[in-house]
């Protein structure tokens, strides 16, 4: 099994930032892909932005230009950076991320247990 934590959330004020980690821990696996999704009060859960292990990413209209999503291969860690950070972008974040195991080849997915992130003055 392939657990996700996460760290980083908090309380900041319009305009600033924050920065969110996500490492995956288990046995015998590679990450495909990761990424980060967020669910606001009342509202479904929406793609954030996402990154493969070949470094190819890609960004939810809402964040392009803010946002800057990055990994480390060797730590099997995503990053979120979010900058100008505004209102709008008060949720629930969580970490996903779809690996494979190098022994059977098997394919599975994961998420996180979700990290708050509030933008308020």
């Known amino acids: 099994q392939v657990q996700l934590v996460e760290s980083g959330g908090g309380l900041v004020q319009p305009g600033g930032s924050l920065r969110l980690s996500c490492a995956a821990s288990g046995s015998r696996f590679s990450i495909n892909a990761m990424g980060w999704y967020r669910q606001a009060p009342g509202k479904q859960r929406e793609l954030v932005a996402t990154?493969?292990?070949?470094?190819?990413?890609n960004y939810a209209d809402s964040v392009r230009g803010r946002f800057t999503i990055s990994g480390d291969n060797a730590k099997s860690t995503v990053y979120l950076q979010m900058n100008s950070l505004k209102p709008e972008d008060t949720a629930v974040y969580y970490c996903?991320?779809?690996?494979?195991?190098?022994?059977?080849?098997?394919?599975?997915?994961?998420w996180g247990q979700g990290t708050q992130v509030t933008v308020s003055s």
């Open positions: 990154i493969t292990s070949g470094g190819s990413t």
């Open positions: 996903n991320a779809v690996y494979r195991y190098r022994t059977n080849l098997n394919q599975g997915t994961a």
